[in-house]
């Protein structure tokens, strides 16, 4: 590894409803045989120090994933930001990175990317080459308060937080499959079907 593991902590976001997937837990569902979480897991696993899941519901489902759960600290719906602003609150690293549960297909070098363009502890997210992908990102323990008072005043647009925290755009227009996600069942038949190609 060429960066610090030890002190950049990894969280999957799973705290959405799925409106576009029957309400159905995303992260659950199966792609090859193994759900979309398992999937993020052995990606993301091996890439940081410790690993945490943000989820807001349907607890018994992932104590087999041996993963520390960390809830929003709010209990109505606030989005990805909530959920990062509680984990980034109870690390013990000065670095957080964060994925969605339903991009299955993580690239291996996306933390190791991430933490050589970061300058002057300004969070950095993914860009495919067509698009930022605001839930990969890299933000410094620093960037706390700023969120905290974001979420406080009430907005809740991720980019528009990251815009205003000078966001570095981190190049990944070489592995755009790494950010394919399962927002519809269309998604999910062409994530698996992806996988059988491989």
């Given amino acids: 590894m060429n960066y610090p593991i030890d002190n950049i902590s990894g969280v999957i ?4 409803q799925a409106r576009r997937m029957n309400h159905q837990n995303k992260s659950l569902l199966k792609i090859n045989n193994k759900s979309m979480i398992e999937h993020v897991i052995v990606a993301i696993q091996p890439q940081v120090g410790k690993l945490y899941l943000n989820i807001n519901t349907d607890f018994n489902s ?3 994933m041996n993963l520390s759960i960390i809830t929003d600290d709010q209990s109505e719906k606030l989005g990805p930001l909530a959920g990062i602003n509680a984990v980034l609150s109870r690390i013990d690293t000065d670095y957080l990175v964060t994925v969605p549960c339903d991009s299955p297909m993580i690239t291996s070098d996306l933390v190791n990317r991430l933490f050589k363009s970061m300058k002057d502890n300004r969070p950095c997210i ?9 839930l990969f990102s890299l933000i410094s323990k620093q960037s706390l308060h700023s ?3 974001y979420i406080a005043s009430g907005q809740r647009k ?14 990944f227009s070489d592995k755009q ?5 399962a927002n519809t069942p269309d998604d999910l038949q062409k994530l698996e079907e992806m996988y059988v190609a491989t």
């Fill in 13 to 16: 976001l799973a705290g959405g």
């Fill in 62 to 64: 992932f104590h087999q």
């Fill in 126 to 134: 993914a860009h495919d080459g067509l698009r930022a992908q605001p």
């Fill in 147 to 149: 969120l905290s008072e």
């Fill in 158 to 171: 991720a980019i528009t937080w990251f815009k205003n925290n000078q966001v570095k755009y981190v190049d």
């Fill in 177 to 181: 499959d790494s950010f394919i996600n």
